[in-house]
Nanobody, 126 residues
Framework: QVQLVESGGGLVQAGGSLRLSCAAS????????MGWFRQAPGKEREFVAA????????FYADSVKGRFTISRDNTKNTVYLQMNSLKPEDTAIYSC???????????????????WGQGTQVTVSS
């Protein structure tokens, strides 16, 4: 069982930056592929970014490519999402997720993830 706790959300003006963190419990964090998803009011959850267990492979949604960076520190059991050049359309609840079956590849489908955090609110004002 893995518990995930996100932090770092908040209110920021358009063009600003935020860094989200997702702290995981457990001793096998490096064996989990990790991902970030977001859900805006009235919209379906969408994929944002993913990283493999060792951190060598990453993948991004087209909407955030070049602005967001996913990374992980397996010594701290933490995955990060650095968000730059934020836009009002980035406003959403951001959640991290862990996949216990695929450690060496990136996972982009929400249904493939086994564990989810509660989410953190990101609001970007225009």
């Amino acid at each position: 069982q893995v518990q995930l706790v996100e932090s770092g959300g908040g209110l920021v003006q358009a063009g600003g930056s935020l860094r989200l963190s997702c702290a995981a419990s457990g001793r096998t964090f490096s064996s989990y592929a990790m991902g970030w998803f977001r859900q805006a009011p009235g919209k379906e959850r969408e994929f944002v970014a993913a990283i493999s267990g060792g951190g060598r492979s990453t993948f991004y949604a087209d909407s955030v490519k070049g602005r967001f960076t996913i990374s992980r520190d397996n010594t701290k059991n933490t995955v990060y999402l650095q968000m730059n050049s934020l836009k009002p359309e980035d406003t959403a609840i951001y959640s991290c997720a862990a996949d216990r079956r695929y450690s060496s590849v990136v996972v982009t489908t929400a249904n493939d993830y086994d564990y989810w955090g509660q989410g953190t609110q990101v609001t970007v004002s225009s």
